[in-house]
């Protein structure tokens, strides 16, 4: 049985509290995939209480927060309060935190618009990313979510895809900061309160997190290493326990047996390595990632269907064979905040944030460490003259070592702008700035900033930066610039990063100019890094319809190793984007191109053409939809893999064809019943990265002169009511660069990388036509072509249809289809067979309220147009109540196999899936009824009932519209 609810309510409570709530349970395993700006977020339990002076909230929902040193963006589970009375704001929050926070910076590859693997604290992967948790950065500028704006995200996976409108390169600096969803989830409060009086504001604000005791009891089964958890034993924050126990051969996952090997004269014992052989010991393992080669494993390029580790010596891995169980821990944030406005322009503030952790929650002699962080800042302006103001700031930070914050206190950029590690972050340092400038509230802005940094004696840094902007009616410009020193142990470095941008408006039409160029000189080194990045381009958005934006982009970057060996690259883009949108038209073009040349002068181009039109009449009668792409990029090649879940949480089954008992990747097909589906299929990128060429065409064009009704009877005779569809499409992905659309042949190279890199959903191919016309009431002919590669199906279909608009309704129609799996996967898979299909129907409305559609199908299977495989009759009945007297709808299918084949064969569950030989009933009964004004009932009742298996769910569903 199964069951799902699904339930919104928002109305007023009393004359000044509103009601809003969202309680769905619908069994999902994990949470929506969503790529584009499209996505809902999923929300499970919410509910809200919103009153003048307060807002009470439980379930699922965001808490976004940020004073000062104090930011905290996390999606809980839980209960909180908030109230503001007169002077007085506070909110209170107790929940379960849903994720861990993660700053990543990714290493991108040139003409690789993704995907990019996101991962853990640890490095776990894959993880699920929290949706709409993350923050994707370039250069230091946030980017827009959305397949029409500058990336996509694939949360279930961990994926982040780039589009065309920004070509990836090798020298773009990526961050992405996110949430992802752990296993453990931990109990926090929350609370913050504002207090102002006059003058004086007072503010503190509490974050604590702590981790179950319970919990790692449970999941550590050996009570000595819990006693030395509680002796307090262990340094790390996590401890290792054993991660192999003995398992089944009929076992679903990777199974692995112990060796010794002998390496350089020496014996090494206990080597997991991968088996099935049965008259081994044979053991489940569990790996976990310990560091950049600091591990003896490594994960396997192996086709199979689990991740595969595979025993390298000499510590060459990051993963060991060890289960890494955390040691509870517990966090707390406290945070003061004072200030004060001094005369009538200055504002002093003073804010203190401590961090306190419990690294061992289990052990009663754990000591707490400490660490803070001080923020002291003074602002102050005058006055010159009724157009200009001065502004004088003094901002002092301090820190103690090994402070951690909930999320990041400094901007992604803070660490380039000053010429710094990451680890830098975490010492203890002074960070001091003097800050002048002049407003004129209307044209310009000058601002110049001196600051240091220190860190003891290991580091001296001064900074001088500053920032201009001059708008007049026709002219905007801004510039920024850094000139930074480091004084370290190791030397002397300068750096320098300035920006420039020079904006023009002539009408609705903006042209710009933006001048990137940055420079580090260490010790004696002329130009340790230098590059110049010029982007020149226009953009036009006169109205909400219609934009335009064209830009090149070209960036020279200089490498030296020493004072005489220099590298070179530079890289070309050309970047074009037209749009419209219209009533009855709907026009998009992008031409997006690159080219990087290296230190060797070898050259490589990527680019991406797409175009779509869309276009229609009025009244419809003549549409026409245009869409075709092309581009060329590098790809990591990704591998399939089919992870096991509870049944009905799938969408897949395992099928033991060649009855080896290991899992391959052409043994996983579609369930058709819920109770097979018990697995969810995920894609894990391989280190190979390939170059792609990829072609799509899309065309439509339908004439509907049925729509024609307000005009005289000869013009509506003369443009003949008739329905004419017609759909050609084409997709092919491929290595070669000479894509022809012929098949794929036994020997051709694309297959061979298919079927060596497990690659096939990478390398397609698909046509497909369809043309359908129809005149008044009559349906005259109607023809559907699909032909694809790797898994090849095409049909056709001629249909005649006779409908009438009153009581009855006659359908006649003629199937072909030939389904060739040929090299799909594996050689055990080679098949193929033809089907044709005969079926009428016979449609009956408003008998006793009701709708009767009766059909009847007849379908002979053939292997070759000699060899008869069988034949599947059906018989169908749809009954359904039109009225509200009876809102039923039942479905009866009446199945007589004869499949004269093996059963348990591919081919057999292509065409005859779930039912078996001899009679099958497949029967659906919905039934929805609304009570009153607002309550609706719902139901719905499956049974599927062969000579050999029975298999019914149902559900009620009772809900609510206000």
């Not at 102002?196 to 179950?212: H, L, R, T, V």
């Not at 602002?379 to 402070?403: A, E, P, V």
């Not at 902007?469 to 610039?481: A, P, V």
């Not at 990704?638 to 064809?657: A, C, H, M, T």
Request: proline share 2%; glycine share 4%.
């Amino acid at each position: 049985m199964n069951n799902q609810l699904d339930l919104s309510i928002k109305g007023k409570i009393g004359q000044q509290t509103e009601l809003k709530a969202i309680i769905k349970d619908k069994q999902i395993p994990i949470q929506p995939e969503g790529i584009t700006t499209t996505l809902e977020e999923l929300e499970q339990i919410y509910i809200e209480l919103n009153h003048p002076n307060y807002v009470i909230k439980a379930g699922d929902y965001f808490v976004n927060y940020n004073k000062n040193l104090f930011k905290l963006n996390k999606k809980i589970k839980g209960l909180g309060f908030e109230s503001s009375i007169k002077n007085y704001k506070q909110s209170t929050h107790l929940s379960q935190a849903k994720g861990k926070f993660r700053r990543l910076k990714i290493i991108a590859t040139t003409g690789n618009q993704g995907p990019y693997r996101l991962n853990g604290n640890q490095n776990e992967s894959p993880i699920i990313v929290l949706a709409n948790t993350e923050r994707v950065y370039i250069n230091g500028i946030l980017l827009k979510r959305g397949e029409n704006f500058d990336y996509i995200i694939d949360y279930n996976n961990g994926e982040v895809f780039f589009t065309s409108k920004q070509i990836i390169s090798s020298v773009m600096r990526i961050v992405v900061e996110y949430e992802y969803k752990i296993s453990q989830l931990s109990n926090s409060i929350f609370h913050s309160s504002e207090f102002n009086q006059n003058k004086w504001q007072f503010g503190i604000d509490y974050y604590a997190e702590q981790e179950s005791k319970s919990n790692f009891i449970e999941n550590t089964a050996d009570s000595v290493l819990i006693q030395q958890v509680y002796d307090g034993e262990f340094a790390n924050s996590y401890i290792e326990t054993q991660a192999y126990s003995l398992a089944d051969i009929a076992s679903n996952n990777a199974l692995y047996r112990l060796k010794d090997t002998l390496i350089n004269d020496s014996v090494i014992q206990n080597i997991f390595e991968l088996s099935r052989d049965s008259t081994q010991l044979l053991y489940n393992v569990e790996f976990s990632y310990v560091g950049t080669s600091k591990g003896n494993y490594k994960i396997s390029t192996n086709n199979s269907v689990s991740i595969i580790f595979e025993w390298l010596a000499d510590k060459q891995g990051d993963y060991e064979a060890v289960k890494k169980i955390d040691i509870p821990q517990k966090k707390q944030w406290l945070q003061t905040r004072t200030s004060k406005q001094i005369g009538n322009s200055g504002l002093l503030s003073i804010d203190m944030l401590n961090y306190f952790q419990d690294k061992n929650r289990i052990s009663p002699n754990n000591e707490q460490e400490k660490a803070y962080a001080l923020h002291l800042l003074y602002k102050d302006s005058i006055s010159i003259n009724q157009y200009i103001k001065g502004f004088l700031d003094f901002d002092f930070y301090s820190q103690s070592n090994d402070l951690q914050t909930i999320e990041p206190i400094f901007g992604n950029e803070f660490i380039r702008n000053w010429n710094l590690t990451d680890s830098f972050i975490y010492t203890d340092f002074q960070n001091t700035k003097l800050i002048f400038s002049l407003n004129n509230t209307e044209k310009w802005t000058n601002k110049v900033q001196l600051a240091t940094i220190s860190q003891g004696d290991e580091l001296q840094a001064v900074q001088t930066s500053w920032h201009s902007e001059l708008n007049t009616e026709k002219w905007n410009s801004i510039g920024q610039g850094f000139f930074t020193q480091n004084f370290t142990n190791l030397g002397k470095e300068q750096f320098s990063k300035h920006t420039q941008t020079i904006n023009y408006k002539l009408d609705s039409l903006l042209l710009y100019t933006q001048v990137d160029a940055e420079y580090k000189q260490t010790n004696n080194i002329l130009f340790d890094n230098k590059y110049i990045d010029i982007k020149t381009g226009t953009n036009k958005n006169d109205s909400i319809s219609h934009n335009f934006e064209m830009y090149y982009r070209y960036r020279l970057e200089e490498k030296s190793t020493n004072a005489t060996n220099k590298n070179i690259y530079s890289t070309q883009a050309l970047y074009l984007s037209k749009s419209k949108n219209s009533t009855n038209n709907q026009f998009a073009s992008t031409l997006s191109w690159q080219q990087e040349t290296d230190s060797s002068q070898n050259i490589v181009q990527y680019y991406n053409i797409k175009l779509y039109d869309s276009w229609k009449t009025p009244r419809s009668v003549l549409s026409g939809q245009v869409l075709m792409e092309s581009y060329a990029s590098k790809e990591p090649q990704r591998i399939e893999q089919y992870i096991q879940v509870p049944n009905g949480q799938g969408y897949f089954k395992w099928i033991d064809y060649n009855n080896n008992q290991i899992q391959e990747l052409g043994e996983f097909e579609k369930a058709t019943m819920l109770n097979e589906a018990n697995y969810q299929k995920i894609y894990r990128p391989s280190s190979n990265v390939q170059q792609y060429y990829n072609y799509k065409t899309n065309l439509r064009l339908s004439y509907d002169g049925i729509n024609i009704k307000s005009i005289n009877f000869l013009s509506k005779l003369l443009f003949a009511p008739v329905l004419i569809k017609l759909n050609w499409q084409t997709n092919s992905k491929s290595t070669n660069q000479n894509i022809s659309f012929a098949e794929y042949q036994k020997n051709d190279s694309n297959s061979i990388l298919n079927q060596s890199n497990k690659n096939a959903l990478f390398n397609y191919r698909l046509k497909k036509i369809v043309l359908s016309t129809q005149y008044t009431d009559y349906s005259i002919f109607s023809l559907y072509v699909n032909g694809g590669e790797l898994k090849s199906e095409k049909n056709s279909l001629f249909s005649l249809n006779y409908l009438p608009k009153s009581v009855f309704e006659l359908n006649l129609s003629l199937q072909n289809r030939i389904n060739n799996n040929s090299n799909r996967y594996y050689q055990t898979r080679n098949y193929s067979y033809l089907s044709k299909t005969y079926s009428a129907s016979i449609f009956f409305s408003n008998v006793f309220f009701l709708d009767l559609r009766t059909k009847v199908s007849y379908n002979e299977l053939h292997k070759t147009k000699f060899e008869h495989l069988g034949f599947i009759q059906t018989i169908s009945l749809e009954l359904s109540g039109k009225q509200a007297v009876l809102p039923i709808n039942i479905k009866l299918n009446y199945l007589k196999i004869n499949y004269l084949e093996e059963q348990n064969t591919p081919m057999a569950f292509e065409i005859i899936q779930h039912h078996r030989n001899g009679n099958n009933f497949d029967l659906d009964i919905t039934f929805n009824i609304k009570l009153g004004q607002i309550w609706i009932l719902s139901s719905m009742y499956q049974a599927q009932i062969s000579s050999k298996a029975q298999f019914h769910s149902g559900n009620i569903k009772f809900s609510a519209k206000f």
